[in-house]
């Protein structure tokens, strides 16, 4: 709870940026209520800087939920929008040669994935991989459109449009540029959290081995996309309060989502470049991730496992990977070293069960003798599915029988 203290200030200061603007779109749209001068109407064409937050604050969460797909339908809409001798001024995302490409690529993934409940899972499985590391790259791509999208806001605000705020109650003084340096990282910051927890569907998908499951999570991920979409088509107060609640959730299961997008972007790599075949593990310290948790110290945690001199076992890690290094040591226990189909595992005795408590990457397997050496271990045994394939080979008398845990 203490790291989401900043996102909760900057989400603070989103709403007294919203709360001046939001006053004057309501004084310019109300009827006047007295005889006297009253603030000057929006000219033609421009839309009110507050309706402009509410309809922007909807397009970062859209395109945080699926970033493709956002930037290029917000890119193709405020193309057409555009009078034809002014679309060479856009931002490069409202260009033909960006959103083009980008929703063709979105028509192919929809039609992957129509399809995919049809296509076997061991077939469907190296496009979900795909999709993972497309998901991630259109992601940073999308990062680069948050900026001149949030700035832009505030480029019809002028010192003239002050005066609409003084009757509000608020210093006549032209504070767009203000607005804008806080508009941008918060965007970044209300970008990056909803991403994060949306990217950890793809990563779900990835890790499950039912299609059923993998059209379920798709299918809600388009739900909540579609319902900022019509929150926002039919009031931009609504759908920026709305937008606004999916922050906040958000913002509950981002360590959560980080963790998971880690973990299986480090899988997935090391699955698809066959790195096992250029790895050795190191002496000293390895990679890994926390099977469970351990002081408090949640699941899927990335650090490196290592010995320490009093030859126990210590995980070293850094939360959200940049914040200073904080090192827990693992409980007492009979450990060995537990040969996966996909990646080895640090199994620790717990009566009669093998739980693991560590889970080594791919790039480790085939490398289970080596990381028993370097931890000092001297047990390796079949665990998961190498465990029942070890069984069901010794039936035949191809090899010995390994004992070990099979799920």
């Known amino acids: 709870m203490k790291q989401l203290r900043s996102l909760y200030v900057a989400l603070g200061l989103l709403l007294s940026v919203l709360t001046p603007v939001w006053a004057q779109a309501a004084i310019q749209s109300d ?99 795909a999709e993972v590391f497309e998901n991630k790259l259109s992601g940073l791509v999308a ?8 700035w832009d806001v505030f480029k019809n605000f002028s010192p003239g449009n002050s005066a609409d705020l003084a009757g509000a109650g608020f210093a006549a003084i032209d504070l767009s540029p203000l607005y804008g340096a806080l508009m941008v990282p918060i965007a970044l910051v209300a970008y990056a959290v909803v991403f994060v927890v949306s ?14 499951v993998d059209a379920a999570l798709k299918a ?16 931009d107060q609504v759908g920026a309060v709305w937008a606004l609640l999916i922050i906040l959730v958000s913002a509950f299961f981002a360590g959560w989502a980080f963790r998971l997008m880690v973990f299986g972007q480090v899988f997935a790599w090391d699955l698809v470049t066959l790195r096992k075949k250029r790895f050795d593990p190191w002496p000293g310290a390895n990679w890994a991730f926390l099977a469970r948790q351990v002081n408090e110290i949640p699941a899927r945690t990335y650090g490196q496992l290592a010995l320490n001199p009093s030859g126990k076992l210590v995980f070293t890690f850094r939360p959200w990977l940049v914040l200073p290094a904080r090192t827990v ?42 990381l028993a050496s370097v931890y000092g271990l001297s047990a390796v045994q079949d665990v998961g599915l190498m465990a029942a394939w070890s069984w069901f080979k010794s039936l035949f008398g191809v090899g010995p029988a390994t004992s070990g845990r099979a799920s």
């Open 31 to 129: 009827k006047p209520r007295s005889v006297g001068p009253t603030a000057p109407p929006a000219p033609p064409g421009k839309t009110l800087p507050g309706v402009e937050i509410a309809q922007t604050l909807s397009q970062v969460t859209g395109i945080a939920i699926s970033p493709l797909m956002g930037v290029g339908v917000v890119g193709a809409v405020k193309y057409f929008k555009t009078p034809e001798g002014r679309r060479n001024a856009l931002s490069w995302y409202a260009q033909p040669w960006f959103w083009g490409p980008a929703l063709l690529v979105v028509m192919m993934c929809f039609a992957k994935d129509a399809a995919g409940p049809a296509i076997p899972t061991a077939l469907k499985k190296p496009f979900d991989v």
């Open 329 to 370: 040591e693992l409980p007492p226990g009979n450990y060995s070293i537990g040969r996966g189909f996909f990646h080895p595992e640090l199994l620790v005795q717990d009566g009669d069960e093998l739980p693991d408590i560590i889970n080594f990457p791919p790039r480790c397997q085939g490398h289970e003798e080596k």
């Open 143 to 150: 990062t680069g459109a948050i900026v001149p999208m949030a």
């Open 199 to 212: 990217h950890a569907i793809n990563i779900l998908i990835l890790i499950s081995p039912f299609a059923t």
């Open 220 to 235: 809600f991920r388009l739900f909540i996309l579609s319902t900022v979409a019509g929150a926002s088509f039919a009031n």
